[in-house]
């Protein structure tokens, strides 16, 4: 069997790699383990200064890295040439601040001397997506590299050649062999690797069904997990909103990275006295979106990754149009890309409907109208899901107020949902656990250990 990448524009194939055999798979785990006890040895000095290399090596190979993104899995050329540039950013941020981060922290007590000290774990398996193929590998490992731990990673199987990009970028940045390994293994065999003693926590960002059979094994072997989960984000619009601002921000949240985003604003929920103007603002401005090869940069809406996935999007969307929901605009599959789905906007979405509590992974905005603020709330929270959302208004101190009723791990005011080194970034209630990315995200993955002395 093989792993294969499929150019999502016109259905080429792009790379084909072969999965590994349990031979491979006990090399690489055990070289892992070989090269933890040096790793950790290493002085937090010369670990950033390999981190900050591997920016370095990101920014020159920005854009042959860019356009492999861009045809394994569909994104513009100008998000994928941007997402490369994030990469380096977070190198650039743990290199920078993550001899801060890992300090002793003293502790007054009845000790001559306490702290508490901040210790690597050892090796951690990264389960990771397709959508950001980059970006979701390195905010996970620019900090555990730098606290000294080793990773792993499993990738998704329809980015195979960045998975090996990754590998290889940490090489050429001076890497030791085994401090960062691509495995090329199946969802099938990712079990066995949490439970092999040689590693010691897994990170996971991936739907719900994954992630609760890695947090189950995980659990089984008394091992940290963090895990980032899917999102279905509310985009709450009240009537004193910059009009304007908010119609382009929503257009701009929603369809990025062809709507493929956990972060991505899912659920627009206006208030009533508001809703036809912003409605109808919002379907103009998504009709002039142009889907098709994402290579021309005149394309402003990229393909779907794979026709499976747009074909369950499809499903929702249909039967949700079945239960009531108003098909405003697009709602079908397009030819303009081999897995293109037209931008699509869904008014009048009520509970009940698959649109209303799934999450729509994809090309589609969905409307709900709220009485009033209170209403817009209670809808917002009325989700399994908890990972990000925004509040749109003129009056901060409202905005404020808002944000901090809405059952998310993010909320963002007059603003686009984004991740940032510098911020934590994760979930609650169906959206996962822990956090990635600032001074949180690095101490998932140590020990905060004590030390007395007497």
């Keep these: 069997m093989s792993f294969e990448s499929i150019n999502p524009y016109n259905g080429e194939s792009i790379k084909q790699v072969s999965d590994w055999d349990e031979s491979q798979i006990e090399s690489a785990l055990k070289q892992a383990a070989s090269a933890v006890p040096a790793w950790q040895a290493t002085s937090i000095a010369e670990r950033c200064a390999i981190v900050r290399k591997a920016g370095e090596v990101l920014r020159s190979r920005k854009r042959e890295l860019a356009e492999m993104l861009t045809l394994e899995m569909g994104k513009l050329i100008g998000e ?38 901040h210790q690597p774990l050892g090796t951690v398996l990264a389960v990771m997506p397709w959508n950001f193929p980059l970006w979701q590998v390195f905010r996970f490992a620019a900090p555990a590299l730098v606290a000294g731990n080793a990773g792993l990673l499993k990738h998704a199987s329809n980015v195979p050649g960045s998975a090996q990009a990754i590998e290889d970028i940490f090489r050429e940045a001076g890497a030791p062999e085994g401090v960062f390994t691509s495995l090329m293994i199946r969802a099938s065999q990712v079990a066995k690797i949490i439970e092999d003693p040689r590693v010691h926590a897994v990170t996971l960002t991936g739907s719900e069904p994954a992630g609760r059979q890695v947090a189950a094994t995980a659990g089984a072997s008394l091992k940290k997990s963090v895990l980032e989960l899917g999102g279905s984000d509310a985009f709450i619009v009240l009537e004193d909103c910059d009009m304007e601002s908010a119609v382009k921000t929503a257009v701009a949240s929603r369809f990025l990275n062809g709507g493929q985003s956990c972060i991505a604003a899912k659920r627009f929920i206006v208030v009533e006295a508001i809703a036809d103007e912003f409605v109808g603002q919002f379907k103009l401005a998504v009709e002039e979106l142009q889907l098709g090869d994402p290579m021309d940069p005149k394309t402003t809406l990229a393909p779907m990754a794979r026709t499976d996935l747009r074909d369950e999007l499809d499903q929702q969307v249909q039967k949700s149009i079945e239960a009531g929901a108003e098909p405003l605009t697009g709602c079908q599959s397009s030819d303009a890309a081999h897995a293109g789905y037209a931008p699509s906007v869904l008014d009048s979405v009520k509970p009940g409907m698959a649109a209303y509590k799934e999450e729509l992974f994809g090309p589609v905005a969905i409307v709900i109208r709220a009485c009033d603020e209170a209403d817009a709330v209670r809808i917002a929270n009325d989700s399994p899901f908890g990972l990000g959302g925004s509040v749109w208004t003129r009056n901060l101190e409202r905005g404020e107020r808002v944000a901090r009723q809405i059952e998310s791990g993010a909320t963002f005011v007059n603003g686009i949902v984004k991740s940032d080194p510098r911020l934590p970034f994760g979930g609650v209630k169906n959206s996962g656990y822990g956090r990635e990315l600032s001074k949180l995200g690095m101490h998932e993955f140590v020990n905060a250990k004590t030390i007395w002395i007497g």
């Design 80 to 117: 994928s040439e941007a997402e490369v540039e994030k990469c380096a950013w977070v190198c650039d941020y743990y290199a920078d601040e993550g001899p801060g981060f890992l300090a002793d922290e003293i502790i007054e007590s009845d000790a001559c001397k306490s702290l508490v000290a």
